[in-house]
T-cell receptor, first 117, second 112 residues
Framework: DGGITQSPKYLFRKEGQNVTLSCEQN?????MYWYRQDPGQGLRLIYY???????QKGDIAEGYSVSREKKESFPLTVTSAQKNPTAFYLC????????????????FGPGTRLTVL | AQSVTQPDIHITVSEGASLELRCNYS??????LFWYVQSPGQGLQLLLK??????LVQGIKGFEAEFKRSQSSFNLRKPSVHWSDAAEYFC??????????FGDGTTLTVKP
């Protein structure tokens, strides 16, 4: 089955620690995205990548970092510089530049809930 | 810059009643528009999308949406709501190549 996996589903972190959230897709998509979701605030874009070895900041990139060394993988690191990291994190992918408007919707993973203790 | 507004934060309807969720967008060119649904603690699932052509689009689970350029709207409708439709619904406008801007969502509660 093709899709997007995120792990772990729940993650607990102590203040001052970095933590990495995993996102893997086997849809052969070029583009991948990370969103943060807080109650009442919808989805806010953290980082996105349109191609391997390239990524751009989204609206709320401060305190986060990413890498895109493989097409299938787009891990997100929540650093100690992120002052309020407790949230639900969603990873998504889409066909990207090689696609068209007709097939460029985003496919989402199940999410990771991060809690800072 | 593109933006999406979902005016209703929370809507409650009775099971079997009709549903309309509102979405207004701001975009400089022909928009690519999407509706997604999210169950609690889950990711988002695409319900339907509009990119051109017929302004009334059909989606999964019996949902449809109508694109009205003159009103910059893309409202989601369902003739008869089921209890399993209770979820959060997101409207999104696409910028091409997959990148989208999402609204803040509308939470749907279904009364028995």
């Amino acid at each position: 089955d093709g899709g997007i996996t995120q792990s772990p589903k729940y993650l607990f972190r102590k203040e001052g620690q970095n933590v990495t959230l995993s996102c893997e897709q086997n849809l052969n998509h070029d583009a991948m995205y990370w969103y943060r979701q807080d109650p009442g605030q919808g989805l806010r874009l953290i980082y996105y990548s349109q191609i391997v070895n390239d990524f751009q900041k989204g609206d709320i990139a401060e305190g986060y970092s990413v890498s895109r060394e493989k097409k299938e993988s787009f891990p997100l690191t929540v650093t100690s510089a992120q002052k309020n990291p407790t949230a639900f994190y969603l990873c998504a992918s889409s066909i990207g530049e090689s696609g068209t408007a007709t097939n460029n919707e985003q496919f989402f993973g199940p999410g990771t809930r991060l809690t800072v203790l | 810059a593109q933006s999406v507004t979902q005016p209703d934060i929370h809507i409650t309807v009775s099971e079997g009643a009709s549903l309309e969720l509102r979405c207004n967008y701001s975009y400089g060119a022909t928009p690519y528009l999407f509706w997604y649904v999210q169950s609690p603690g889950q990711g988002l699932q695409l319900l339907l999308k509009y990119f051109s052509g017929d302004t009334l689009v059909q989606g999964i689970k019996g949902f449809e949406a109508e694109f009205k350029r003159s009103q910059s709207s893309f409202n989601l409708r369902k003739p008869s709501v089921h209890w399993s439709d209770a979820a959060e619904y997101f409207c999104a406008v696409g910028a091409g190549a997959g990148k989208s801007t999402f609204g803040d969502g509308t939470t749907l509660t279904v009364k028995p």
